[in-house]
C-alpha cells in the first residue's frame, strides 16, 4: 500500500495543447449504456497545487463529480485527517469515508511494504510513515473504510465506470503514456547514461489519477491527471495495465461509487 507523489512536473492552466475538437465534442455521459462500449464520464478536471497533493486533487475531482465538493469543508476534512504532504491511498480511502461516499479501496498490500523501504522514492520518511500508515489499516473497519486485498482486472474496472462511477488509480507516472499529449518522452533510450530498459523509467515515481472512461473500439482509457488543469488524457488499455501494476504502486485503485 504505497503511496504517491511528487509529480514530475506541472503544467500551468492553458498551457499545452488542448483536446481537439472532435474528440471534446465526444457524447459526455454513457455512448451506449445497454452495450458499455464507450464510456466518459464528466469528471471535472482540477490541477493539483503543489508537488505533492495530486492525491487530494484526485478527491476534489471524484468530490465535485458527486456534487459533494465544499471547499471549506474539505480543508476541514484535511486537518481532521491529519495529512501531511505524504499521502498514500489509504488518506483517500478515509478522505472519501469522512465524506461519507461509498467506496472500495483494492490493494495487493495491506499496510506498507516493508520491500520499499529501499526505493528512492520511499526513502525519504519511511519509518514514521510505516507506522502511521499501519495504524490506519488496523483502524480501517472501525472506521468503516473498506479495504480489501485483490487484484482487479481491466474487466472490472470497466464494468465499474460502466456504471457512471469512479476511480482514483495509483500509477507510476514514469511509465503512464497519454496519447493525446504532446509532451516529449520523459525517459529517452539514448540517455547519457545508455540504453535503459524498455525505454521505461528504472525508479518508481508514484502519481494519482481518476479514471473516467474507456472506449472498446479504441483498446484505450480516460483519465484526469491532476499535473494538468487543461485536459482529460488517454492512454492504451496495455499502457495503463502496465503503469498501475508497476512495482511500487501495489496495484492500488481506490473504487468510488456514486450513490453514495
Ligand atoms: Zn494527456
Redesign the pocket.
Known sequence: MPRAGPAPFLYPSGGGRRLSPSRSSLPRRLGNPSSGDFVQLPVPVIQQLFHWDCGLACSRMVLRYLGQLDDAEFERALQELRLTRSIWTIDLAYLMRRFGVRHRFCTQTLGVDKGYKNQPFYRKHFDAEETRVNQLFAQAKTCKVLVEKCRVSMQDIQAHLAQGHVAIVLVNSGVLH?D??SSPPKYCCFAPSGPRRLCRSPEYQGHFVVLRGYSRAAGCVFYN?PA?AD?M?SASVSNFEEARTSYGTDEDILFVYGDS
Open positions: 497519454c493525446l499529449c491527471n494538468y485536459r488524457c
